[in-house]
Nanobody
Framework: QVQLVESGGGSVQAGGPLRPSCAASGYTTSGYCMGWFRQAPGNEREGVAVISTGVTLTYYADSVGGRFTISRDNAKNTLYLQMNSLKPEETAVYYC???????????????????WGQGTQVTVSS
């Protein structure tokens, strides 16, 4: 049974960092494209960062490029999202997601996601 469990969210002041993580079980993370999505109240869930298998390509939303870094530790079956210089408008629930073996033609799209975690709240205060 596939399970994704996020942790490491929390509250931070604007400009600060957070590093949520996602522990996966029921499968081997190295064989699948994985990503982070977020959803703020009243907004649709949007792709933030995705990491592929194999060559390990990464994809980022334009709004987070240069500030966020997605990574994976296959030995620990864990996905990470290092978030720096956080902004108040990035307050949202952040979700870990597993896609297929291929990230798809639009890697940040929700349609590629087969499994979701329960989410972790990130609150950025000004």
């Amino acid at each position: 049974q596939v399970q994704l469990v996020e942790s490491g969210g929390g509250s931070v002041q604007a400009g600060g960092p957070l590093r949520p993580s996602c522990a996966a079980s029921g499968y081997t993370t190295s064989g699948y494209c994985m990503g982070w999505f977020r959803q703020a109240p009243g907004n649709e869930r949007e792709g933030v960062a995705v990491i592929s298998t194999g060559v390990t390509l990464t994809y980022y939303a334009d709004s987070v490029g240069g500030r966020f870094t997605i990574s994976r530790d296959n030995a620990k079956n864990t996905l990470y999202l290092q978030m720096n210089s956080l902004k108040p408008e990035e307050t949202a629930v952040y979700y870990c997601a597993r896609q297929g073996a291929w990230c798809g033609s639009v890697p940040l799209s929700r349609v590629n996601v087969a499994y979701w975690g329960q989410g972790t709240q990130v609150t950025v205060s000004s």
